[in-house]
């Protein structure tokens, strides 16, 4: 509104999820640059799901899930792992039947998703 700009720098989302405009870099680039709000909508367009292991799963069992060709997202988080399905109806097969192995559940995207699937990953 005085037309200064403040530029913080952070690695940290829930701190930049705070300011009204982010730009995401990777390897000295800006690979986005919107709201918080519009780059969740963004780079995940469709649901978010929370999946919440019922037990013990065996790592290769995960790598599996995670090179399975319906899911475009698939990265641990803390203790459960956030996944984004294609929207084919064998994606949603899949995804009814990880239900065996997982509680899973539709969540909003974070901005940390946002930054893994863009700057660390190979994002959209």
């Known amino acids: 509104g005085q037309g200064k700009t403040i530029f913080v720098t952070t690695h940290y989302m829930d701190e930049a999820e705070q300011c009204d405009r982010i730009a995401l870099m990777r390897s000295g680039r800006i690979v986005a640059l919107d709201t918080p709000a519009e780059l969740k909508r ?3 367009p469709g649901p978010l799901y929370a999946l919440d292991p019922r037990g ?17 997202y698939f990265e641990p988080y803390g203790l459960r792992f956030h996944a984004a399905f294609r929207d084919t109806p064998a994606a949603e097969q899949l ?16 901005l940390e998703d946002v930054f893994i699937r ?5 994002g959209p």
Do not use: M, S, W, Y
Request: cysteine-free; aromatic content about 8%; hydrophobic content about 40%.
């Open 56 to 72: 013990k799963i065996d790592f290769a069992r995960l790598q599996q899930i995670g090179h399975d060709p319906e899911i475009e």
């Open 42 to 44: 963004q780079v995940f």
């Open 95 to 110: 995804r009814a039947g990880l239900n065996r192995e997982f509680h899973v559940r539709t969540i909003a995207p974070t």
């Open 118 to 122: 863009l700057v660390e990953g190979n």
